[in-house]
């Protein structure tokens, strides 16, 4: 009986067991959309479905007022009349603007004009004023002086020799006057062979570097002749001056370079406010 009774209970526990694995196998699995197929959705569920004020469904108001903005900006931008995209108010403005900045100018000519007559701008041209034989003269002598410097427009030179003939000089003294001006103008690449007439403290030269020396001194970085088609000058470059350093043969344009004198020649001297250029020299990434 014992038996019997310890078999029964033997098979029920197997089936309990049977059915607590078949329970925690049969556990549900939630299938989801992929990205794709929820921005699909959206787009099909959206499409052309608008709210009461106006949004399409699932659109923030953020987003809503940004297109709003856009479709009203395309709406002012159609409305405007010009070729130029310049509405009336923006137009006014400029024209406004213009009319008086050209007032400024034209009072500040006036006040110019008390000083130098012809910063008057009523008058056109001193040329207008001269004679035709004094006009011949200063048409000429204006394209020889650009000829040779021929940086500065022919038409600004012949103006300046215009204005000194009008005032009463001759011919021959504005000629000198306007040269040695354009001569020693700021910034101007003096020839090494006129440096001894320059009357300026700084120059900016141009030439190639004919010979290189051994610095005598060790706060010499670099000394050296330049040379152009005009002649040579000795330069010294300091360390203190933090400029770059030269090669033999290689073309460089000194700007702001210290003039010297020493035993009746002419020298320069490269210092910190100079600067020094290698026009020959290529890009550095071509």
């Known amino acids: 009986m014992s038996s019997t009774k310890s078999g029964k209970k033997a098979v029920s526990t197997s089936k309990q067991t049977t059915n607590e694995a078949w329970a925690f196998e049969r556990v549900s699995v939630e299938f989801r959309a992929s990205v794709s197929q929820e921005i699909q959705a959206k ?3 959206s499409d052309e479905r608008e709210l009461a004020d106006g949004r399409l469904f699932g659109q923030t108001q953020e987003a809503y007022e940004r297109m709003c903005g856009r479709e009203a900006e395309v709406e002012r931008t159609r409305a405007r009349t010009d070729r130029s995209q310049e509405p009336g108010r923006e137009g006014a403005t400029r024209f406004v603007t213009e009319e008086a900045n050209e007032q400024r100018r034209e009072a500040f000519a ?8 012809w910063a008057d701008p009523e008058i056109v041209d001193p040329r207008e004023t001269l004679e035709r034989e ?38 021959l003294s504005a000629v000198v ?15 090494v062979g006129e440096l001894d007439v320059v009357d300026a403290g700084e120059v900016c030269v141009e030439g190639v570097i004919e010979r290189l020396w051994t610095p005598s ?16 000058v000795k330069v010294t470059s300091w360390k203190r001056s933090n400029q770059p350093t030269v090669r033999e043969g290689e073309r460089v344009r000194i700007r702001a370079a210290a003039k010297n004198w020493y035993e009746g020649s002419v ?10 250029t290698f026009p020959g020299r290529g890009r550095y990434w071509e």
């Open 110 to 117: 006036e006040r110019r004009a008390s000083v130098d007559p």
């Open 177 to 191: 006057a306007v040269a040695e001006r354009l001569r020693e103008r700021p910034g101007r690449v003096v020839p």
């Open 267 to 276: 020298s320069l001297a490269v210092t910190g406010w100079s600067g020094v």
């Open 217 to 232: 001194h060790p706060a010499i970085q670099w000394v050296g002749l330049l040379e152009d088609e005009t002649g040579r």
């Open 134 to 171: 004094e006009l011949a003269g200063v048409n000429r002598e204006a394209a020889r002086l650009h000829g040779r410097y021929d940086d500065v427009s022919r038409a600004a030179i012949g103006r300046e020799l215009g204005e000194r003939v009008a005032e009463g000089q001759s011919l």
């Open 43 to 45: 787009i099909d569920y």
